[in-house]
């Protein structure tokens, strides 16, 4: 019946390409978790000209409860397989930064309001997934927000409406020509 499996230049191949699997996708979760890091990401010489520094700039970087949110945290799906899309995706930007398309803070400029859609179409798909790992509408102490917060929030809430949608600029900079 299994006849050909007896043969053992097929147990050989079985067992080759058994562990040639499995070093494939130790090495892929390895690289994977080695690329889901701040670091990472600001070793990029235009992502640390810009993103970056607007981001030391944020509540997201510094704040009073001492919590800190990473470029993965708002970027990065924490799930798999939708992690492997994001890191997939994301080759393009390293692709761009090699080739010099976003190599200087005037090129990533010129790029920013469509690399910046492309962010918040992704997070609007999302319905803001990652923004409410953090921040859950039920969660919100509306008393320490502000009165125009005040009123927004339970609206939203309410609405059906999600972090993105009111929140552009929050962490990083509008793009010069965004019209919103």
Not at 44 to 63: A, G, P, R
Not at 99 to 119: N, P, Q
Request: glycine residues 6%; aromatic residues 8%; contains cysteine.
């Amino acid at each position: 019946m299994l006849k050909w499996l007896k043969k053992s230049g097929v147990k050989m191949a079985l067992v080759i390409g058994s562990l040639g699997t499995l070093v494939l996708l130790v090495t892929a979760g390895v690289a994977i978790e080695k690329t889901n890091s701040l670091e990472f990401c600001v070793s990029c010489h235009s992502m640390e000209q810009t993103v970056y520094q607007e981001y030391k700039k944020s509540l997201h970087y510094k704040n009073e409860y001492g919590v800190r949110v990473e470029c993965p945290d708002c970027h990065v799906p924490e799930v798999y397989p939708d992690k492997l899309f994001a890191k997939i995706i994301a080759v393009k930007d390293v692709w761009h930064e090699i080739l010099g398309t976003i190599d200087t803070k005037e090129k990533f400029e010129k790029h920013r309001l469509r690399m910046a859609e492309r962010v918040w179409a992704k997070m609007e798909a999302t319905e803001s997934r990652e923004c409410r790992t953090c921040h859950a509408f039920d969660a919100m102490n509306l008393e320490d927000m502000g009165r125009r917060a005040q009123r927004k929030h339970p609206q939203a809430q309410q609405e059906g409406k999600h972090c993105i949608q009111c929140h552009k600029g929050v962490v990083h900079e509008l793009p010069a020509n965004y019209e919103g």
